[in-house]
């Protein structure tokens, strides 16, 4: 019989992903650079398992701070991506909250902390804006999707809002919460990785100790952060959330005196192309042919690249990983320490993996694909697992290898590749600000022109970095259409 069409072209867009990322081998820096890995490593494991206790009050601030800016900025991503999403039909909305979320929250807080400083708007702010453009998407696409009965049965003329009101939220608020619950795990992550530029949060203080070696120390901030994330599903309850947003309003400040003058400055000359500040409408041509020369064009292959080849990481690590955590397989001790394991790896941020993998493994491409392929493969094993012990098997079923390779894999590929082409949206988006590591990815290039107080080629580099992850999205989302898979993989 022949294979179904849809089935045949997953299978055909697998190898092309596989064949990209063989090509681009030649272009990446995989090299191990450092004098004595296996000594640092073993550094490290020593300082995890014997952690120092740290000073109280240092951690108990630097977890309060982490929860804060995540519980603020979250609270008004939801806030305006509702608004956004209650006209979600209209293109431009769509196009607005497309490059809202195409910008990463790290370069929005590089954005923000040039008007704001370090403080506590500008974190805030940088973790609400890309999160009201996801919120837009996923709320707005629920509207969509829900019952149109009710809807259908009002009288003409009634207004959006109460339409909102009555008829959009009752029906899709349950599905809305588990999201933005899901949102808020992803909220304090951010908020962690926003300490690697200056901000007061738990990975301000990790920075700081990893890069000096004092993993000890460390290791007390690394496993806060754990614990928050992997205990989330235990502390947040929906009636202690107003609760737990007026400590963090009580406790960061969402208001600080602007300088207007400042920020008047910053959008009428500071990112205005240098040409044009004096006049000079000749001169942007080639301003912007040497900016693409030298920047970026080398920071977008270089980000391709990267993403690539952290995609089939990614991709091959779930396929491992997935049958792990199922009572299909293993046994109650295995299926326990896989759980963990997954639940580690996608607690943590990749920032802060890439991070420890080029203290532990030198400079270059390697590590930021291992951690990129750690914890997107982490999140994609979890969901799969998942699916996997709801299947429901013929009790002739194979064993073993057999049960995988000819009866679970073919019926989770689909949702295997719709969570892969999801996650390769993020992959982008995380590949670039791993350049602020030192990988000559676009967020390089934009780090050093913040760096060198070069606003106008930050902006156009940015520009260019949200242009890219708009087309990616839109390119995943053809494709998913093309091989009838489901958009659901996006609210999970």
Known sequence: MAQPQPARAMVHSSLLFLLLALLCLPWADLSVTALDPWHELSRLGAGLLLPAPPEAGTLLSALANTLAFALQGVALGAVLGLGLAAGYRLPWVRRLAAALRAVHELFWALLFIQLLGLTAPAGVLAIALPYAGTFAKIYGELFEEADPAPEQALAPGIGGLSRLLFIQLPLCWRQMATYTGYRLECGIRSSAVLGFIGLPTLGYHLE?????????????????????????????????????????????????????????????????????????????????????????????????????????????????????????????????????????????????????????????????????????????????????????????????????????????????????????????????????????????????????????????????????????????????????????????
């Open 208 to 492: 700081s100790l990893l890069r000096q070696g004092y993993y000890d120390e460390a290791a007390s901030f690394f496993y806060a952060l754990v614990l928050i994330i992997a205990t989330i599903k235990w502390w947040l309850r929906p009636r202690l959330v107003p609760l737990y947003l007026l400590a963090a309003l009580l406790w960061l400040p969402p208001l600080a005196g602007l300088d207007w003058a400042l920020m008047a400055r910053f959008f009428t000359e500071d990112i205005v192309p240098a040409p044009l500040r004096v006049g000079d409408w000749a001169g942007l041509w080639p301003w912007l042919g040497a900016l693409w020369r030298g920047q970026m064009a080398p920071g977008l292959f270089n980000t391709l690249v990267l993403a690539l080849l952290a995609l089939v990481v990614t991709a091959l690590l779930a396929l491992a990983w997935f049958p792990a955590i199922s009572r299909r397989f293993g046994n109650p001790a295995s299926r326990t320490l896989s759980h963990w394991w997954l639940v580690l790896m996608r607690s943590l941020p990749e920032y802060l993996l890439a991070f420890i993998g080029m203290l532990l493994l030198g400079p270059g491409m390697l590590p930021a694909m291992l951690a990129l392929g750690l914890h997107n493969g982490a999140i994609i094993a979890h969901l799969l697992g998942h699916h996997l012990n709801g299947l429901v098997l013929r009790e002739d079923a194979p064993r073993g290898v057999n049960l995988y390779l000819f009866e679970v894999l073919p019926r989770l590929y689909r949702a295997f590749m719709a969570y892969s082409l999801y996650r390769f949206e993020n992959l982008i988006r995380e590949t670039a600000i791993l350049g602020m590591l030192g990988i000559p990815t676009l967020g390089f290039f934009i780090d050093s022109a913040f760096s060198e107080f070069r606003f106008d080629r930050a902006m156009a580099l940015l520009l260019v970095c949200a242009g890219l992850n708009i087309l990616v999205d839109a390119l995943a989302r053809r494709l998913r259409r093309r091989l009838h898979l489901s958009s659901r993989a996006e609210v999970l």
